[in-house]
């Protein structure tokens, strides 16, 4: 009988104390965890740390990072594109440029001619006085201006400025210029640029002044006699160029005197005192301002209606 409760199991309210009864445990499961098995299983230690586990709740997932590969490539030289080259000329290297393709293909200058505007007048004196900077520039400094070695000094901007007058000119003479106020204006701007070349100690090198004097002359009387077929001269009465003409061959000291008894001619003015043609001036001028107004003949005792 005592056998039997000595071997009788504890009661079920004393199954899970702790103090009277300890869990089934082996000395394999129940020794302590060593480092070298941490370092032996690494991927068993990291997956018995369930996720769920984290203090810091639900995992959180990061953004995806695209690696962007440049390529890596020294400095290499290359030439300039046309555009950023272009850029970079100024207007003499332009036009050197562009005169040398045109003077290498003959179609390009005949494209060029073409579309290129025809020059004003403005632009044209422009150059012209460009050129005559150049010559006043080329002076040599505390030297007489008159000698022949200034002259020697300042020849290859001179002979540039004379050459230069030569071309401009016929491209603004009749028929090549159909305006005749174009005409006029360009010969007096030119004739005021020959008027400003140097003159000289020696006579032979005032030859180029004289000539350029003649040039000009022969310019003038063509402009002038082209005038007078339109509208009988009435420009060339209105606007007055006789005093401007008369100014020009005093500074020109009598070298245009053939322009003048062109423009007397045309004007009908020869043997007529100043005073006469003076009236006659104002005569024209007042006609003029009549019909632009309209009260031209309002007072001629002319009747009108009918008969």
């Known amino acids: ?30 020794r302590k965890r060593k480092a070298e098995d941490d370092e032996l299983h690494p991927d068993i230690r ?8 984290s203090p810091k709740g639900h995992p959180q997932s990061l953004p995806a990072i695209r690696s962007i590969k440049r390529p890596r490539s020294g400095a290499v030289g290359r030439p300039l594109s046309l555009s950023r080259l272009l850029e970079t000329l100024d ?3 332009l036009r050197g440029v562009l005169k040398a393709i045109c003077d290498n293909h003959s ?7 073409k579309s290129a505007p025809r020059p004003s007048v403005a632009s044209a004196l422009d150059v012209l006085k460009n050129y005559e900077n150049r010559l006043q520039e080329a002076f040599p400094f505390g030297n007489n201006p008159s000698s022949d070695y200034s002259f020697n000094r300042v020849r290859q901007p001179l002979m540039a400025l004379l050459e230069a007058l030569n ?5 603004f003479l009749p028929p090549n210029e159909s305006q005749v106020s174009f005409s006029l204006s360009f010969v007096d701007g030119a004739t005021d640029i020959i008027h400003r070349l140097p003159n000289w100690d020696n006579f032979q090198n005032n030859l180029y002044k004289q000539n350029a004097y003649e040039e000009i002359s022969r310019a003038w ?19 007055g160029w006789d005093n401007k003409l008369a100014r020009h061959n005093e500074q ?4 245009l005197a053939a322009v003048i008894e062109e423009l007397n001619s045309i004007l009908g003015w ?15 001028g007042n006609i003029r301002q009549e019909l632009l107004s309209g009260t031209y003949g309002v007072n001629f005792p002319v009747k009108v209606g009918p008969w």
């Open 221 to 239: 009387i063509l402009v002038l006699k082209e005038a007078g077929k339109r509208a009988a001269g009435i420009q060339l009465q209105y606007d």
């Open 270 to 284: 020869q043997g007529r005192n100043p005073s006469q043609q003076a009236q006659a001036r104002d005569d024209i």
């Open 91 to 93: 207007t003499d290297a």
């Open 46 to 53: 990291m997956s018995s740390v369930s996720p769920t586990s």
């Open 107 to 113: 179609a390009i200058a005949n494209e060029v001619e």
């Open 167 to 171: 071309d401009f000119t016929p491209h």
């Open 252 to 255: 020109a000291g009598g070298r």
């Open 1 to 30: 009988m005592n056998s039997l409760l000595a071997s009788a199991s504890p009661p079920p309210h004393q199954l899970y104390n702790s103090k009277t009864t300890m869990p089934f445990s082996t000395p394999s499961t129940s």
